[in-house]
C-alpha cells in the first residue's frame, strides 16, 4: 500500500483519550477500513497495551511520540515546548509522506498551527480554512472558514468558496445527483443585495460573481435553515460564532422541547430528538477538515466518541481517495 494513502491518528488527542481513539479506531476497522492504512501516533506502551485490553493488534501500526498537548495548553507555546508530541509526530509523518491525512480530537489550535507551519500551504492556496459541514435540512451544507483566519482578505473568501465546492462535489455529495457537480455557494451577509456587508464582503461577492463558481449570491443566517445552497463562505470569526451558536442553541431547543414533551406524557421524544441532533453535529460528518494545506487534515471534537473517531478516519480515508487536494490545485490553476 501505498503510504501516503495512510491516516495518522493521534491517540492522545480529546478529553476521552486514549480509549476514544483506540475505540474508534477498531470502529474503523469493523467497518471495512484495512488496518495498515491507520498508523496510531502516541505513547507506544499505552496504545498497545490498549489495544491488549480491546483483545489484541488488527494490524495497526504504531509511531511513538512520548509527548501530549492538552486540549487547555496555549497552541503556540505546547507546540514549541512539545517537539515530540502526538500532534507534532502525526503532522511531521504527512510531511515526510509516511502518511497522507492526519487526524486529531486534540488541541484545534495546535493541530491548526501544526499544520500550516509543518505541512506548508498547496500551491495557490493564500490561507487554509477549517470547513464544517452539517445537515440542517437534510442535505449537507459546508461552512468555511470556521476560526482558522478571522482576518481574511476577498481573494481568500473566493478560494473557501472553490476548497468548498470541490468537497461537496468529490466527498459529500460525490455521484448523488447532477446538481451535486455545481454546488451552490453562497456568502454570508447581512442581506441578500450585492451592496450590503462591509468592504470586505463588497469585494468578495464582485470576486465570486466573476469566479466559474455557482455563486448564488448573498444568503442570511437564517439561510441556513432553508436549504438551497451547499457551501457557505464567511470569515473565520463569523464562522466560529456561527457553529458554536448552532452547538449551544440547538442542545438548548432539544432540551426545552424534552421538558414539554415529557409534561404532556409524549413517549416518542428522546429517539426522534436525537436524531434530529445529530443533523447538526459535525462530527456525524466526521469532524472539520482543514482545507487548503499539503495534506489532509481531519480535526474532530474534544468530546468525541468512539463513533465520532470513526466517523473521523473514513472522513480522511474519502477525501485521501477522492484526491481532494489535487482537485483544489487544479481548479485554482483554472
Known sequence: MNANQRIALDVMGGDSAPACNLDGALLAAQHGLAPERLLLVGNEDVIRSGLEERGGNPGFDVLHAPEAIGMDEKPGVALRAKPQSSIAIATGAVKMGAAGAHVSMGNTGAVVGAATVGLKTLPGVRRPGIAVTLELTGEPVTILDMGANVVPKPEHLLQYGLMGAVLTRDVLRRGSDKAAEKPRVGLLNIGEE????????????????????????????????????????????????????????????????????????AQWGPEALSNVRKRIDYSEYGGALLLGVNGIVVIGHGRSDATAVSNAINLAQRTLDADVNGHIVRGLEG
Open 194 to 265: 450585492p451592496s450590503k456587508g462591509t468592504d470586505l464582503l463588497r469585494e468578495a461577492h464582485g470576486l465570486l460573481t466573476e469566479s466559474p463558481l455557482n455563486f448564488i449570491g448573498n444568503i442570511e443566517g437564517g439561510d441556513l435553515f432553508k436549504g438551497g445552497v451547499d457551501v457557505v463562505v464567511t470569515d473565520g470569526f463569523t464562522g466560529n460564532v456561527v457553529l458554536k451558536l448552532l452547538e449551544d442553541y440547538s442542545g438548548f431547543m432539544l432540551n426545552l422541547v424534552m421538558r414539554e414533551l415529557k409534561a404532556h406524557g
